[in-house]
């Protein structure tokens, strides 16, 4: 059976860092579309950055500069380095991971397969 499992959450102060790991099962993260999104109490899922088959990435603005995606092919995990974070970026972060396709209109939590159980990111100001 196919799953994800993400690691790595934590709490930490304004302009603390953690890195957040997806580790695939059954399941090459090297090929496909992988994503994070996120999600806080009472507010939707966003897409908060993505990596493209070839490697190309992308990120929603308010992330931009401060978050940076990128896989480890050795290891079939794809990292989510979280920098200078902010009380608003708590919430509980999701790895997905999709066929090409998703990349396409990545920030659509529809266009994914596979869902990670999540894992929480807290900062305190």
């Known amino acids: 059976q196919v799953r994800l499992q993400e690691s790595g959450g934590g709490s930490v102060q304004t302009g603390g860092s953690l890195r957040l790991s997806c580790a695939g099962s059954l399941y090459s993260t090297n090929t496909a579309c992988m994503a994070w999104f996120r999600q806080a109490p009472g507010k939707e899922r966003e897409g908060v950055a993505v990596i493209h088959p070839d490697g190309s990435a992308y990120y929603r603005p308010s992330v931009q500069g401060r978050f940076t995606i990128a896989r480890d092919s050795a290891d079939n995990l794809v990292r989510l380095q979280l920098d200078n974070l902010k009380p608003e970026d708590t919430a509980t972060y999701y790895c997905?991971?999709?066929?090409?396709?998703?990349?396409?209109?990545?920030?659509?939590?529809?266009?994914?397969?596979?869902w990670g159980q999540g894992t929480q990111v807290t900062v305190s100001s």
């Open positions: 997905a991971a999709g066929r090409f396709w998703a990349c396409a209109t990545w920030t659509s939590a529809t266009g994914y397969d596979y």
